[in-house]
């Protein structure tokens, strides 16, 4: 991390206090945007799709009744848990394994539609490049096939608050203008909490002090967010 970034608290949630996660995952995208706009991109039905670093399994769940076949891979093991029993009993039935992206336990060209949110950006860049090399390896082509990525933009409400903004612009950047990736949509949507009070308890855990002051100078339930899909054809 830049260390002029400021810390956050994410991976202690997925750790020690998952509900804030969860509360978080609530609170994005309400109006399920991010969804819709994948999957009029990149129709599932049919397929197999791989999602890389499934976490919760929140996109699991909307995702893998959409496909033929759905795999995931997700490191940890705690995350894996939570994921295994947010997914159970849905059709088909989705494999997720615990294996990381630069190491997938797949045959070459086995997968149609591969898709990783909030994942890419975040991976130190030699770890990227494995998961990209992994990517190439693993997926054949098609129309809408490739590798799908949903990350954060870096001009909204949200990422100025948490003073992410730069940093993200440049790692997106290099995802375009390096890695072959396209920005095929900014989604406007929203962080919409019950309340501010909730707003605060669970950006203030997960993003720190910094975000935590500027919620209690302006107290707010709702914050815009952009989100932006990008892909990568095989
Ligand atoms: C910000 S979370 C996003 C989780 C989930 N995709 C979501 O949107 O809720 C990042 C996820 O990437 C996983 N991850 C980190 N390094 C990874 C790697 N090398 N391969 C696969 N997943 C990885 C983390 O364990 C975590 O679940």
Not at 1 to 16: G, H, K, L
Not at 65 to 74: I, M, R, T
Not at 100 to 115: C, E, K, N, T, Y
Request: aromatic share 6%.
């Amino acid at each position: 991390m830049n260390p002029s970034t400021p810390p956050e608290n994410w991976d202690r949630a997925y750790r020690e206090a998952p509900e804030i996660f969860e509360a978080f995952s609530r609170a994005e995208d309400p109006e399920g945007r991010v969804v819709r706009s994948l999957l009029a991109h990149a129709p599932l039905s049919g397929r197999t799709v791989l999602e890389l670093g499934y976490g919760t399994g929140r996109y699991t769940r909307e995702l893998a009744p959409q496909s033929g076949c759905y795999l995931g891979v997700e490191p940890s093991p705690t995350l894996h848990s939570l994921a295994r029993r947010a997914c159970a009993g849905l059709t088909p039935t989705p494999f997720l394994l615990r294996a990381r992206g630069q190491a997938l336990p797949l045959r070459a060209a086995s997968v149609d539609v591969m898709i990783a949110a909030w994942v890419v950006v975040n991976l130190r860049p030699a770890i990227r490049e494995a998961v990209q090399r992994e990517a190439a390896r693993v997926l054949r082509p098609g129309p809408g096939h490739g590798l799908w990525l949903i990350e954060n933009h870096w001009n909204s409400q949200f990422q100025r608050c948490r003073g992410r903004g730069g940093e993200d612009e440049a790692r997106l950047r290099h995802l375009i203008e390096v890695d072959g990736f396209r920005m095929v949509e900014t989604i406007a949507t929203k962080l919409r909490f019950p309340d501010a009070a909730e707003a605060e308890r669970v950006l203030g855990y997960l993003c720190g002090e910094a975000l935590l002051a500027r919620l209690r100078r302006r107290p707010t339930a709702t914050l815009e967010h952009r989100v932006v899909l990008l892909h990568r054809p095989v």
